[in-house]
């Protein structure tokens, strides 16, 4: 399968994919998505140890990491292996890589190895902890990240104990942060002509994520703790129980709070002194979601909804993930987009969230098969049939 840009935006740089798992794959899909030529670099499968976490290759995880992309087997493990990966990035504009640091270069593929091969080179690195500091060598993994990283201190009801959060939140924010690094080093490139060492890590994705939060500890010298389903700063907001269900409203603001208790028919409520400052309703949270819970258990979610979006008052509903993509907006978004291939069936994966009116991303081709396009890699690598074969032969490819 000859390579099929997934978008015009990014088909002119070519990016080596050696990693696993899910951090890494998502900084590479991020490129693949805009049109990337990406070469997945995998162990041929004789040497692969056992299902891959995430799941096995045709489930959803896999797939929905993987499109966009072909594949090549290649064992890093042998000298040849590594001469094949050298010669692939000599023309290459970018390679991402998620090993511990140590691996990579006892490898012989680091850096420097590979920066003096090809000094324009994007190299690209993910870790747990950082590529050198007391915790490098340690193996990374998401919800480690979230714990060492604060988030699970905060997520839950109070009093509650320590609450993952229900994605792989650091693994899916170190990968997006990867390929705006890369991204970023691309476009310096065209100034500069020279590449450069891009890393991040899943304790500093995690960081960087808790945004306000990580704020109010180094501006203000506060803790945060566990608010449940209660904004912490704005309130009130927070999930609200109807006669058939639940749904989020945020009424925080003077001018929002007015119109919520209009629409509401609380009066009472805005006239009353505990409520008609920010102070007061922080300061009296408890007894005001009190109020609110009982006059929103009155009516359906639907009515609330009609009602408050009516008057301006943020509300929605709270989803399963079926009900997500049944909802006329999303459809309307298009997010969830088809992709088929031969042999391998048509579905539906998440696409991009982001869109860009000429030169737009998609579902090009289905994930590969593993090693599906070694031939034609080595080819344009410049390989001929009888190199190949013997690269086959001695379980290099």
């Known amino acids: ?34 049109g990337a030529n990406v070469i997945k670099i995998e162990l041929p499968e004789d040497m692969e140890g056992g299902e891959p976490m995430g799941g096995p290759r045709d489930g959803p995880d896999f797939q929905n990491l993987h499109r966009n992309k072909r594949s090549l087997t290649l064992n890093l493990k042998d000298p040849e292996g590594v001469a094949v990966l ?50 490098a060598k340690r193996p990374g993994f998401d919800q480690i990240a979230q714990g060492m990283g604060g988030l699970m201190s905060i997520t839950g009801l109070p009093g509650q104990g320590p609450v993952r959060v229900g994605i792989p939140i650091a693994d899916l924010t170190a990968g997006i942060f990867c390929a705006y690094g890369v991204a970023m080093a691309l476009l310096e490139r065209e100034v500069s002509g020279r590449g450069q060492w891009v890393h991040t890590s899943l304790l500093q994705a995690q960081i960087f994520m808790l945004d306000f939060q990580a704020a109010r500890w180094t501006v203000s010298g506060e803790v945060p ?8 700063t704005s309130i009130p907001t927070g999930v609200f129980k109807t006669q058939d269900g639940h749904i989020n409203i945020a009424a925080a603001g003077g001018k929002i709070w007015e119109r919520f ?16 400052s920010a102070k007061g309703r922080s300061d009296n949270r408890d007894t005001l979601n009190a109020a609110i819970d009982k006059l929103i258990l009155s009516d359906t979610s639907q009515a609330w909804i009609d009602k408050l979006n009516a008057a301006g008052v943020p509300c929605g509903h709270i989803y399963s993930i079926d009900q997500v993509f049944a909802d006329p907006q ?21 696409g991009q969230p982001v869109v860009l009116s000429r030169t737009p991303s998609t579902m090009a081709v289905a994930p590969p098969e593993r090693g599906e396009q070694t031939d034609e890699i080595l080819t344009e690598a410049g390989y001929d049939g009888e190199a190949i074969a013997a690269l086959k032969r001695k379980k290099v490819v």
């Open 225 to 232: 703790k566990q608010a449940g389903n209660n904004h912490p």
């Open 330 to 350: 999303v459809r309307h978004l298009g997010i969830a987009q088809s992709v088929s291939g031969p042999g391998k069936g048509t579905k539906e994966l998440i």
């Open 261 to 276: 208790c209009e629409a509401a028919g609380a009066g009472d409520l805005v006239r009353d002194p505990r409520y008609t």
């Open 1 to 34: 399968m000859p390579f099929q840009p997934a978008s015009s935006a990014l088909q002119r740089f070519t990016v080596l994919d050696l990693t696993r798992v899910r951090s890494g794959p998502t900084a590479v899909r991020q490129l693949a998505d805009w």
């Open 86 to 135: 050298k010669r692939l990035v000599e023309k290459a504009d970018v390679l991402v890589e998620n090993f511990r640091p140590d691996v990579k270069r006892r490898l012989g593929i680091d850096y420097p190895d590979l920066s003096a091969v090809n000094p324009r080179l994007v190299y690209a690195s993910i870790s747990g902890f950082g590529q050198d500091g007391p915790y």
